[in-house]
């Protein structure tokens, strides 16, 4: 602590500091605390004084219990505090310090302690520094004492506080250390005494371990600094004039020179000089003692804190601080571990950059730190690397030759990031370095040779240029965005068209083909963004609202391109009608129009010019990408009721009546031969696919096509060699149609024909793909299986509200459901070649093949989400969760989400049934011979089993029943059969699945435990419990385990006790039973809930009491459920694949997998559309194995199918797939499944007989 100063502010020696400083403060102690509420009038009579603002002695206010003035003086509504004061921001700054400088005039030792109560308690300290104290203490045990007074149940202080009466505090408390210094420049400041002890007591509280007092100390000490920052320069500019003025009197003539004068400026600069000595030898101190330390605190706010400032520093002071003695912190900081600590000083960097004379004081730092800077760009953090970028662009302006070719690269490449402000700030830098208008004579001359281009036709070639060298070519709309907003080259159509129609000039270059394919493409998405106003997908929020200034732009924008490619359109049509990726690109333009220039600028005749351009490119092309380009073109001019709808109606109409024609014959040549040739094939198949294309956007039902497309769909079993594009079209056709025939249908009075004959279609159509699942194609079964899908959804029983309609609602059974669910499993969740990987890199085929299977996913889980099929069908995708957790772990994951929703107990057994079909599969592919693979299988399922287990949550009321219907299906299904034939007096074959189980138990509470226990012993002979081999420990290890917490007196080996019978009053129902409903639930919390509340409420209390012992055991569970993200199964964590749905749809039309065009039924192909894979270079396309060619028939059999019959898929009488009993359906030889059965019962009965419920067909339980 530095030595007291007496009232002349000299210092006190050291010997005499304690005993003169502690009398000096005695004797003005009648001034402070609560020796001065009463005063002496004239006449010696005493009377109360008022509290004045500027008496700040007293109390305190903390965060615990109040002190007695403190609440006296909140009582009286009147702050007696300075901390109070400048809490509330009563009054402003300028006049609390001004009544601060008054007290401190009248008596600086109690306005010093004031000031430094205000310290103390701005960092949440229930103490306060008395006279006595401070008189008699060093700082460093002032602070040790006041460590003592925080308030320990709470880490919380004023500076991180929250609420209406901390909310504006920081700024209050900072602006107060900034005016209390800039009030004080003139006098207080050098008095040698304020301004030292504040600086010790700051340093020595920065040096403290409680983070309330490092924060509020480094914060009042970096804004003390900038403070001192000020003066400093006010200083410096009052020593120039004062030196300015002085040579100035000097020049003058002896005569007129005025030697007061000389001496009085003399004197004023030799004094303006030591106070500028003495405040640089107060931010010494500070840097010093205070920064140095700090910058590197464990606490990044602080860290933050201190990288904030010096950068102020820096900018206004840089005769001082802009020097590689101080540029080294911010260098070193740029390596900080927190975002918001980078950002400082990135910040910080930038304002000294965007100032041309301090940017050349950092040459050096720049080629020093130059490689950390441009590798920040690609910071983690968005904001930190937005910021390193415009850095880097200033850097950029500030030398060019600084930055290396490969160091821009990097910064190029970020225009294509998915985060719009990287993507800006690069293309910022971006047209910086390469899009910068040429304006010298030169250039000039260049253009007037060039045929008078516009001058952003170079420009525009350097973009497409840089857009073919990035390699990039399906990202061009982000290419777009990022330049959209600092270059006006993008709505520049005038010289894009030019470029495209125009012959070159002399002395310039022409388009290649890639490059003209490169142009239109950038042309296309400028159109795109100009006409809707909102950056691409995938960037930025694509529903953003408009401002009206935002409406108006995008109006005009639309209405100049409108009138621009109305007129040009056609001609680049006519020149690019043979390239298909052009057009497909020209053909997105007149969907962007507004369709009323046509008219208003009587531009009709550019109308029929396009739409003789569109019928052309329709007879000439068969690729999709353009044929759907032009039904949405023609979909878009028809949308509203223009003056031009009647003209391009009869154009539509015309063409349709075209392609019917043309499919009819080809249909009829090509089913007139049992070999048809080459040629007529290829009309059919292109006739087809035009039409399908078509009706996929308008309806075509008046041309009466659907029942040739389901004459064509029924020869696909038997096609031969005929391609399988046909076929699939067909498919698609047929769906397209019966969507558009319900459509069609009157919502209140339909026609009882109309509807018989679209239930017949509909029926026809599933029986149809359901035997074309078992194709030997790839793709004609995806498209089977995706109509089967979309139909069902549509055909769901959401149309059973509406009686008129109740009659078309289909149902599957439980062989189709079986058929969908081998699909899946074969189609999807496929095994990988390695070898045939590393033959093939096309890692965008790989791409589009797991996008496809990803698609075919997410339309199998919508359809258990929305609860058509039964949840069982869920458990041979739960099991694959962890095998393929990059490619499927969302979809999956959200499926459970959604299934946990409609019935938890369906959900925990179908979790138990996909774990023992893993536990059967293990058995039956190596069996225990294996010892190693048979562990390393085992411990894999285990691992499924324990992520399983944290979907749960730590709600064990909640999960109560849930979790015992696992248990007990577990068990169930370990003890069957009871005995092993092969192995007489040895363990049932499926024991290990007790070990599997165990992972469960953390989730059962303590009686369930006793439950279960018993229930387990009830089941087992009386010498199992007695077996000590290494082949009975899953059934010791599982015992063991719900002993934990429960009746650990009891013995593990010693058998059961019998039970007890039920006391009368409320009556424990149990799950053990298999039923879901109320009477076969552990407790039923309804009936409890509206009976026995007294009950219910005794027992919670016991339950509280007898639980602290798993306390722990929650805890780390909770810590490992919030430390492994990915077992995190919390609904929206994953990516929305699954619309929202509950047991039933509700919505009058659901989501399907075509485009239903119709405005009430128009979806996306599938809910996975616009998703991109989890991870490229994991999936490839299997080709059908020759057991799945050789097998057809077979399977045809085993499912019961009559190829011939159009009736609905009739149940095999097969076990494997009859209907679901209320229990779980376990995998065991098919001669035992009825003896399972029974010996369920049996056991069920011994326990509970009169709980047993009947089996129940509807139920969602298995």
């Given at each position: 602590m530095p030595a007291l100063r007496g009232k002349s502010g000299k210092a006190i020696p050291d010997d005499q500091s304690s005993t003169q400083g502690s009398e000096y403060l005695q004797s003005t102690a009648s001034s402070h605390g609560d020796h001065s509420d009463e005063s002496e009038n004239e006449d010696g009579s005493k009377v109360k004084k008022k509290p004045t603002r500027g008496q700040f002695g007293g109390a305190k206010r903390g965060r615990g219990r109040r002190p007695r003035a403190e609440t006296e003086s909140i009582a009286s509504n009147e702050p007696s505090t300075l901390f109070e004061i400048v809490r509330q921001g009563k009054g402003g700054s300028q006049t609390i310090v001004d009544e601060w400088i008054e007290?401190?005039?009248?008596?600086?030792?109690?306005?010093?302690?004031?000031?430094?109560?205000?310290?103390?308690?701005?960092?949440?300290?229930?103490?306060?520094?008395?006279?006595?104290?401070?008189?008699?203490?060093?700082?460093?045990?002032?602070?040790?004492?006041?460590?003592?007074?925080?308030?320990?149940?709470?880490?919380?202080?004023?500076?991180?506080?929250?609420?209406?009466?901390?909310?504006?505090?920081?700024?209050?408390?900072?602006?107060?250390?900034?005016?209390?210094?800039?009030?004080?420049?003139?006098?207080?400041?050098?008095?040698?005494?304020?301004?030292?002890?504040?600086?010790?007591?700051?340093?020595?509280?920065?040096?403290?371990?409680?983070?309330?007092?490092?924060?509020?100390?480094?914060?009042?000490?970096?804004?003390?600094?900038?403070?001192?920052?000020?003066?400093?320069?006010?200083?410096?500019?009052?020593?120039?004039?004062?030196?300015?003025?002085?040579?100035?009197?000097?020049?003058?003539?002896?005569?007129?020179?005025?030697?007061?004068?000389?001496?009085?400026?003399?004197?004023?600069?030799?004094?303006?000089?030591?106070?500028?000595?003495?405040?640089?030898?107060?931010?010494?101190?500070?840097?010093?003692?205070?920064?140095?330390?700090?910058?590197?605190?464990?606490?990044?706010?602080?860290?933050?804190?201190?990288?904030?400032?010096?950068?102020?520093?820096m900018k206004n002071y840089s005769e001082m601080f802009l020097s590689d003695s101080y540029l080294k912190y911010v260098g070193w900081t740029l390596h900080d571990k927190v975002g918001d600590v980078r950002l400082k000083c990135l910040v910080g960097l930038q304002n000294l950059y965007l100032v041309n004379d301090l940017a050349l004081k950092l040459e050096l730092f720049t080629n020093r730190f130059k490689d950390r800077i441009v590798a920040m760009t690609l910071d983690k953090e968005t904001d930190v690397a937005v910021q390193a970028i415009k850095v880097v662009t200033l850097i950029l302006k500030f030398n060019e030759d600084i930055l290396s070719a490969e160091d821009c690269e990097n910064v190029y490449q970020l225009v294509y990031s998915a985060s719009r402000a990287v993507a800006q700030a690069a293309g910022e830098f971006l047209n910086e370095r390469l899009f910068k208008r040429d304006d010298t004579d030169s250039a000039k001359s260049k253009r007037a040779a060039s045929k008078r281009r516009s001058a952003n036709a170079p420009l525009i070639k350097d973009l497409v240029q840089f857009f073919i060298e990035s390699e990039l070519h399906e990202h061009a709309a982000y290419l777009v965005d990022a330049l959209w907003e600092v270059n006006d080259m993008g709505k520049d159509w005038d010289c894009m068209t030019e470029l495209?129609?125009?012959?070159?000039?002399?002395?310039?270059?022409?388009?290649?083909?890639?490059?003209?394919?490169?142009?239109?493409?950038?042309?296309?998405?400028?159109?795109?963004?100009?006409?809707?106003?909102?950056?691409?997908?995938?960037?930025?929020?694509?529903?953003?609202i408009l401002t009206a200034k935002e409406k108006k732009s995008v109006q005009d924008d639309k209405m100049k391109l409108s009138e621009h490619f109305i007129v040009k359109l056609p001609d680049l049509l006519s020149k690019y009608g043979m390239d298909s990726d052009k057009v497909a690109n020209l053909l997105e333009i007149p969907q962007h129009f507004d369709v009323e220039i046509f008219t208003t600028s009587r531009l009709e005749k550019h109308l029929d010019s396009l739409l003789r351009q569109m019928r052309d490119i329709v007879e000439k092309h068969t690729e999709s990408e353009v044929l759907e380009a032009c039904a949405k073109t023609y979909e878009s001019l028809l949308c509203e009721q223009y003056n031009t709808t009647p003209k391009v109606e009869v154009a539509r109409t015309t063409l349709f009546d075209s392609l019917a024609e043309r499919l009819a014959r080809s249909f009829e040549s090509f089913d007139a031969t049992d070999e048809p040739h080459d040629n007529v094939i290829y009309a059919l198949s292109s006739s087809l696919k035009r039409i399908t294309t078509f009706y996929s956007c308008h309806d075509l039902t008046g041309w009466n096509l659907y029942e040739m497309i389901y004459v064509l769909i029924k020869q696909a079993p038997k096609r031969g060699d005929i391609p399988e594009d046909i076929y699939a079209s067909a498919i698609a056709c047929a769906h397209y149609a019966i969507m558009w025939y319900v459509n069609k249908l009157e919502d209140k009075n339909p026609d009882p024909d109309e509807i018989n004959k679209l239930k017949k279609r509909v029926n026809d159509l599933i029986?149809?793909?359901?035997?074309?699942?078992?194709?030997?194609?790839?793709?004609?079964?995806?498209?089977?299986?995706?109509?089967?899908?979309?139909?069902?959804?549509?055909?769901?029983?959401?149309?059973?509200?509406?009686?008129?309609?109740?009659?078309?609602?289909?149902?599957?059974?439980?062989?189709?459901?079986?058929?969908?669910?081998?699909?899946?499993?074969?189609?999807?969740?496929?095994?990988?070649?390695?070898?045939?990987?590393?033959?093939?890199?096309?890692?965008?085929?790989?791409?589009?093949?797991?996008?496809?299977?990803?698609?075919?996913?997410?339309?199998?889980?919508?359809?258990?989400?929305?609860?058509?099929?039964?949840?069982?069908?869920?458990?041979?995708?739960?099991?694959?969760?962890?095998?393929?957790?990059?490619?499927?772990?969302?979809?999956?994951?959200?499926?459970?989400?959604?299934?946990?929703?409609?019935?938890?107990?369906?959900?925990?057994?179908?979790?138990?049934?996909?774990?023992?079909?893993?536990?059967?599969?293990?058995k039956s592919e190596i069996g225990y011979a294996d010892e190693s693979r048979s562990i390393a299988q085992m411990n894999a399922i285990k691992e499924l089993a324990r992520r399983f287990s944290l979907t749960f949550g730590l709600d064990q009321i909640k999960t109560r029943d849930a979790v015992a219907a696992l248990h007990r299906e577990g068990i169930v299904f370990s003890l069957t059969p009871i005995e092993d034939r092969q192995n007489p007096g040895g363990p049932p074959p499926n024991i290990g699945y007790l070990d599997i189980l165990s992972e469960f138990t953390a989730k059962l509470m303590k009686q369930d435990k006793k439950t279960v226990l018993a229930y387990l012993d009830k089941q087992l002979k009386s010498e199992m419990l007695e077996q000590t081999g290494d082949e009975w420990s899953a059934l010791r290890a599982y015992r063991n385990s719900l002993m934990q917490g429960g009746d650990t007196s009891s013995d593990v080996s010693r058998p059961p006790r019998p039970p007890k019978r039920p006391k009368p009053g409320i009556k424990r129902k149990m799950a053990l039973s298999g039923a879901d409903d109320v009477e076969g639930r552990w407790v039923s919390r309804e009936e409890q809930a509206q009976g026995a509340r007294g009950g219910w409420k005794r027992r919670r209390t016991d339950e509280e009491l007898t639980s602290q012992g798993q306390q722990q055991q929650q805890e780390e569970e909770s810590e490992d459920e919030s430390n492994d993200e990915e077992d995190d199964f919390q609904e929206g964590q994953a990516i929305q694949v699954l619309p929202t749905a509950r047991s039933t749809p509700k919505s009058p039309v659901l989501l399907t997998s075509r485009h239903l065009i119709s405005k009430k039924t128009r979806q996306s192909r599938t809910n996975l559309s616009q998703i991109e894979p989890v991870q490229s270079g994991h999936a490839r396309l299997k080709a059908p194995s020759a057991r799945q060619n050789q097998v057809r028939s077979d399977r045809l059999k085993k499912y019961r199918i009559d190829e011939t019959s159009p009736a609905s898929v009739s149940p095999s009488t097969d076990s494997e797939f009859q209907p679901s009993e209320k229990r779980i359906r376990v995998s065991v030889t098919k001669p035992r499944r009825a003896n399972l059965r029974r010996s369920r019962k049996t056991i069920l009965h011994d326990i509970f007989p009169e709980e047993i419920p009947d089996i129940d067909q509807d139920s969602d339980s298995f």
């Open positions: 007290s401190y005039k009248t008596n600086r030792d109690t306005a010093l302690l004031d000031l430094i109560n205000f310290i103390i308690q701005s960092s949440g300290c229930k103490g306060v520094v008395t006279t006595d104290m401070y008189a008699t203490l060093e700082h460093s045990d002032i602070i040790r004492r006041m460590t003592e007074e925080f308030d320990e149940e709470s880490g919380d202080y004023p500076l991180i506080m929250t609420g209406i009466m901390y909310k504006k505090f920081k700024s209050n408390f900072c602006d107060f250390i900034v005016v209390l210094v800039r009030q004080c420049q003139y006098s207080i400041l050098y008095d040698q005494y304020m301004m030292d002890n504040i600086i010790s007591l700051l340093t020595g509280l920065s040096d403290s371990q409680v983070r309330a007092f490092r924060h509020t100390s480094t914060l009042a000490a970096m804004k003390l600094m900038t403070a001192l920052v000020n003066v400093a320069l006010n200083l410096s500019v009052n020593l120039d004039n004062t030196q300015r003025q002085h040579d100035a009197e000097r020049q003058k003539q002896t005569s007129k020179r005025a030697s007061e004068r000389i001496e009085m400026l003399l004197g004023k600069r030799q004094e303006i000089i030591e106070n500028i000595e003495e405040i640089q030898q107060m931010m010494n101190n500070i840097f010093k003692g205070i920064f140095v330390h700090r910058y590197r605190d464990t606490q990044p706010e602080i860290r933050a804190i201190c990288m904030g400032e010096i950068g102020v520093w495209l129609l125009e012959e070159p000039g002399r002395g310039e270059e022409p388009l290649d083909d890639r490059q003209e394919t490169a142009l239109i493409e950038i042309m296309v998405c400028a159109v795109r963004q100009a006409a809707q106003g909102h950056p691409p997908v995938g960037r930025g929020s694509s529903k953003k029986h149809l793909c359901a035997i074309l699942l078992i194709d030997r194609n790839e793709t004609v079964k995806q498209e089977a299986f995706t109509t089967i899908g979309d139909l069902l959804v549509v055909f769901s029983k959401q149309l059973g509200s509406d009686k008129a309609y109740s009659s078309l609602v289909y149902i599957a059974n439980d062989n189709l459901q079986n058929l969908i669910s081998d699909f899946i499993q074969e189609e999807v969740f496929v095994e990988e070649d390695d070898d045939d990987d590393d033959d093939d890199g096309d890692d965008s085929h790989k791409i589009e093949v797991l996008h496809k299977r990803r698609n075919l996913l997410a339309s199998f889980c919508k359809l258990i989400v929305f609860n058509i099929i039964d949840m069982r069908n869920a458990a041979g995708i739960f099991k694959h969760y962890m095998k393929y957790y990059n490619d499927y772990g969302d979809i999956i994951k959200l499926t459970l989400a959604k299934s946990r929703e409609i019935n938890k107990i369906s959900c925990a057994r179908t979790l138990g049934l996909s774990l023992s079909q893993l536990f059967n599969e293990m």
